[in-house]
């Protein structure tokens, strides 16, 4: 059975798990037109890497978090202020 375009990926970013990989690379070795797909996915995917090159390698902004500014995620209120406090009468165990 052939290669699928997803598992071609895979083998290409080197995800596949050590037995997938081994029954891929052989199966690569004996289909000539999984080759051909597999060539062909790297030739395409360096002309995506060239034709990008120059915007992958100019800086993202982001916004700078403060920690201490007031929003959902404060890491402050996370852990001082709701959760250091105990109700009086808590039994500890």
Not at 55 to 82: C, K, Y
Request: hydrophobic share 45%; with cysteine.
């Amino acid at each position: 059975m052939c290669l699928t375009e997803s598992l071609v990926q895979c083998y290409m970013d080197r995800e596949l798990a050590n037995d997938l990989l081994a029954q891929a690379m052989a199966h690569l070795d004996e289909c000539s037109k999984c080759k051909s797909n597999l060539d062909q996915a790297m030739i395409e995917e360096k002309l995506v890497r060239r034709a990008l090159a120059y915007e992958m390698a100019l800086p993202i902004p982001t916004v700078q978090l403060n920690w201490f500014q007031p929003h959902e995620g404060s890491i402050v209120d996370f852990l001082f202020r709701a959760r250091a406090f105990q109700s009086e009468g808590a039994v500890h165990a």
